[in-house]
């Protein structure tokens, strides 16, 4: 006598080994795929996008959801990170980093040096 077939308990059932899908055929016949569809470039644009060569350098974040504590993230590429919760603090924050807009290394450097 032959012992009955196991049956699996675990694991994920078994798949069919898939196979890997045919290029369709073209209106001529030939299955060759096509390398680029009709109407997109086939080379990349220049950004047509022309700056005056400004670009941010301060960061004021400022979170006041309703009923809940708020918050503001004071951040520069000059090193500086500050954050403050609460409304005295918030806005005290947000009264700094206007004013270091004045004082900031980087932003008087820019300033001097611009046409």
């Known amino acids: 006598m032959s012992a009955p077939p196991r049956s699996r308990l675990e694991g994920p059932p078994s798949t069919p080994r898939l196979r890997l899908a045919e290029p369709a055929p073209t209106g001529s016949g030939s299955s060759a795929p096509k390398v680029v569809a009709e109407g997109v470039p086939t080379a990349v644009r220049p950004d047509q ?8 350098i301060a960061w ?6 309703r009923g809940a504590i708020p918050t503001a993230t004071s951040v520069c590429e000059c090193g500086r990170n500050l ?5 005295r603090k918030a806005l005290a924050l947000i009264a700094d980093h206007t ?16 046409p």
């Open 49 to 56: 996008q022309i700056g005056d060569g400004r670009y941010p």
């Open 60 to 65: 004021l974040t400022i979170t006041a959801p």
């Open 83 to 87: 954050f403050a919760a609460g409304r």
């Open 99 to 114: 004013d270091h807009k004045t004082r900031c290394p980087l932003r008087t450097t820019q300033e001097r040096t611009a």
